[in-house]
C-alpha cells in the first residue's frame, strides 16, 4: 500500500523558512520513473505545483516560486523535503505531497498525503 | 493564471450528465490528469492519461480529448459527485500544472 504523510510546522512568523517532510512508503524513490512532488491550496483557492523531484535526483520548480524552493530527497529514509525561504501571509496554505509515476514529460499524481495545514503569522 | 483553463463552476441534477472541459496548448502533445477534491480532503485521481480511470473510480466517470481541449464526464451524476475538479498536464520544460478547478454543484 501506497502511502505518504506531511509534517512540519503549522505555524511560521513572515520572513522564516517552512521546512516541510513528505515521509513515504509502498514505493521506492530509487526506482525509474518514480517522482515525489509538492502542491499547495491557500484557503478556498486552487491547487498549484510548487516542486518535483524524480528517481535520477533531478529536480523541477514552479516558476513563480523558484527563487524561494529547494527540494531534496533522503532515499534511506523514504523523505523528501521541500524548503521555502521568506515566507510570507500569502503563503498560508494547505501543502500536499504526492507519488508522480513519470513517463517523459507526462506524470499524473496518483496517491495523495492528507495535507498539512500552514499559516504564516506574526 | 492558470495555462489549463476550467470553468469555474458546474451545475446539475441528480441523474444528469455533467462535462467539465480543461484547455491549454500543452494538451495537443501532453496528456490531462483529472483529480476529484471533496470538501476538507486531499485530492483523488479519477482519471489519467486522457481516458484511463483507475481502479476503484466508479464507472460514471470518463474521460476524452480533442485538440487543446480534454473533457471529465460523468454520466448519471450522483450526490456524492459534488466536489472540486482539477485538471493536470505537463509540458517539456519540466514544468507540472493545475487547472482553475471547476466546483460541481449537484442540485
Known amino acids: 500500500q501506497v502511502t505518504l504523510r506531511e509534517s512540519g510546522p503549522a505555524l511560521v512568523k513572515p520572513t522564516q523558512t517552512l521546512t516541510l517532510t513528505c515521509s513515504f512508503s509502498?514505493?521506492?524513490?530509487?526506482?525509474?520513473?518514480?517522482?515525489v512532488g509538492w502542491v499547495r491550496q491557500p484557503p478556498g483557492k486552487a491547487l498549484e505545483w510548487l516542486a518535483l523531484?524524480?528517481?535520477?535526483?533531478?529536480?523541477y520548480y514552479g516558476a513563480s516560486l523558484k527563487t524561494r524552493l529547494t527540494i531534496y530527497k533522503d532515499t534511506s529514509k523514504n523523505q523528501v523535503v521541500l524548503s521555502m525561504t521568506n515566507m510570507d501571509p500569502v503563503d498560508t496554505a494547505t501543502y500536499f505531497c504526492?507519488?508522480?509515476?513519470?513517463?517523459?514529460?507526462?506524470?499524473?499524481?496518483?496517491?495523495w498525503g492528507q495535507g498539512t495545514m500552514v499559516t504564516v503569522s506574526s | 493564471s492558470s495555462e489549463l483553463a476550467q470553468p469555474p463552476s458546474v451545475s446539475v441534477s441528480p441523474g444528469q450528465t455533467a462535462r467539465i472541459t480543461c484547455s491549454g496548448r500543452?494538451?495537443?502533445?501532453?496528456?490531462a490528469h483529472w483529480y476529484q477534491q471533496k470538501a476538507g480532503q486531499a485530492p483523488v485521481m479519477v482519471m489519467s492519461?486522457?481516458?484511463e480511470r483507475p481502479s476503484g473510480i466508479p464507472e460514471r466517470f470518463s474521460g476524452s480529448s480533442s485538440g487543446t481541449t480534454v473533457s471529465l464526464t460523468i454520466t448519471g451524476v450522483q450526490a456524492e459527485d459534488e466536489a472540486d475538479y482539477y485538471c493536470?498536464?505537463?509540458?517539456?520544460?519540466?514544468?507540472?500544472?493545475f487547472g482553475g478547478g471547476t466546483k460541481l454543484t449537484v442540485l
Open positions: 504526492a507519488r508522480i509515476l513519470r513517463s517523459g514529460w507526462d506524470g499524473a499524481f496518483d496517491v
Open positions: 509502498g514505493f521506492s524513490l530509487s526506482s525509474e520513473g518514480v517522482c
Open positions: 523531484i524524480d528517481w535520477d535526483d533531478d529536480k
Open positions: 500543452t494538451l495537443s502533445d501532453q496528456y
Open positions: 492519461k486522457d481516458t
Open positions: 493536470q498536464s505537463a509540458d517539456s520544460s519540466g514544468t507540472w500544472m
